[in-house]
């Protein structure tokens, strides 16, 4: 073997051999990667101890007997099913709409060259900085104006649209070639079915992403169906149901209780991003080629 074939050689292996630096980067991703996921652990252990075990001292790590009598319980206190159910109804509704109008606002200032596009843009990129309380009693009045008080519609219809899914959708479907519009728009291709047959293809990782952002967030919502509902039990979504088991708490001997209904709540968001997280990561590896 030649000398400069076995330098060559050589290079490529410590190249591939790993370095200080990528096993310190290592460790440090493992520990943010354990810190960000042991509330969650901790929680659904929680949940499966008996109440002896919640108050021992030292902590429990993971319990002797588990049990699911705290799951039991939680149906005793709230309408598990029927908030479940409300919670399911607002975020996935709410999502729907946010894609279907993300989708056609962001294609129509991607490709569409109109008076004022910079300006609309601008302005609705600025409404992306107002804080949520701002807004709170404005869109109460509007809601309660067009007879919505009180109701899941009320809290569902003024977050069909939103700002950030608006400008991320415009985002990624600016970088769709024109020639695959044009050319479909040469065959005759409506300018719905060039959207939803060759756009929404082009930038799905985009949407998976959206949805999930859209789903968790409107998911966990409070303080707006808080507001909306003006006491309207029937219509509580899990989350504000679930604040009925903080009087629980008072003492260790609840918390397994508490826990459960902690559980019970995360886990819809959890099963979707489980089923989106392939799409989410390419959208957060597209974006970041595309910087």
Known sequence: MSPIGFSGSSSRLSRKRPTGGNALLATLMLLVAVASAFPLVWMVLSSLKTPAESMQVPPVWIPHTPSLDAYEKVSGVVNVGRSMWNSLVIASITTVG??????????????????????????????????PIVTLI???RLVGSIGLNASLAGIIVPNLANAFGIFLMRQFISGVPDELID??????????LILYKIVAPSVAPAIAALALFAFVYHWNSYLWPLTVLQGNADAYPIV??????????????????V??????????PLILFVFLQRFFVDSIVGSAIKG
């Open 98 to 131: 946010i894609l279907v109008t993300s989708m056609m606002a962001g294609y129509a200032f991607a490709k569409y060259h109109f008076p004022g596009r910079s300006l609309l843009f601008s302005v609705l990129i600025a409404t992306m900085f107002l804080p």
């Open 138 to 140: 404005p869109l109460y």
């Open 183 to 192: 050319a479909a728009r040469m065959d005759g291709a409506s300018e719905l």
């Open 240 to 257: 504000i149901s679930l604040s009925r088991l903080l009087s629980y708490n008072r003492g260790a001997v609840n918390t397994g209780l």
């Open 259 to 268: 826990m459960a209904g902690a559980t019970l709540a995360v886990l819809p």
